[in-house]
């Protein structure tokens, strides 16, 4: 069992830039496969970033390619998600997820713990 806790969320203009952490308990962090998704008002939620065990492995959507980078601490338990150059379609809920099998996954489906979500809102 894994529980994930994000933080980092908040307001920011357009052209900014946020980090958002996903701190997660227990001994085998480093065994999961960690993801992003964001859910916008009314839309479905989606695919941001994922990363593999090791980190050696990342995955992005296109929309947010060459803007955010996902990384991860195995020795902290966290994974970060650096979010540059910020747009008003990125205000979202940001969820970290994370799935047992070392291979990034872009399907919501496919992960198996999620935490509660941080608000990251741009303005115009």
């Known amino acids: 069992q894994v529980q994930l806790v994000e933080s980092g969320g908040g307001l920011v203009q357009a052209g900014g830039s946020l980090r958002l952490s996903c701190a997660a308990s227990?001994?085998?962090?480093?065994?999961?496969?960690m993801g992003w998704f964001r859910q916008a008002p009314g839309k479905e939620r989606e695919f941001v970033a994922a990363?593999?065990?090791?980190?050696?492995?990342?995955y992005y959507a296109d929309s947010v390619k060459g803007r955010f980078t996902i990384s991860r601490d195995n020795a902290k338990n966290t994974v970060y998600l650096q979010m540059n150059s910020l747009k008003p379609e990125d205000t979202a809920v940001y969820y970290c997820?994370?799935?047992?099998?070392?291979?990034?996954?872009?399907?919501?489906?496919?992960?198996?713990?999620w935490g509660q979500g941080t608000q990251v809102s741009v303005s115009s």
């Open positions: 990363i593999s065990w090791s980190g050696g492995s990342t």
């Open positions: 227990g001994r085998t962090f480093n065994r999961y496969t």
């Open positions: 997820a994370g799935r047992r099998i070392n291979s990034g996954s872009y399907y919501v489906h496919e992960y198996d713990y």
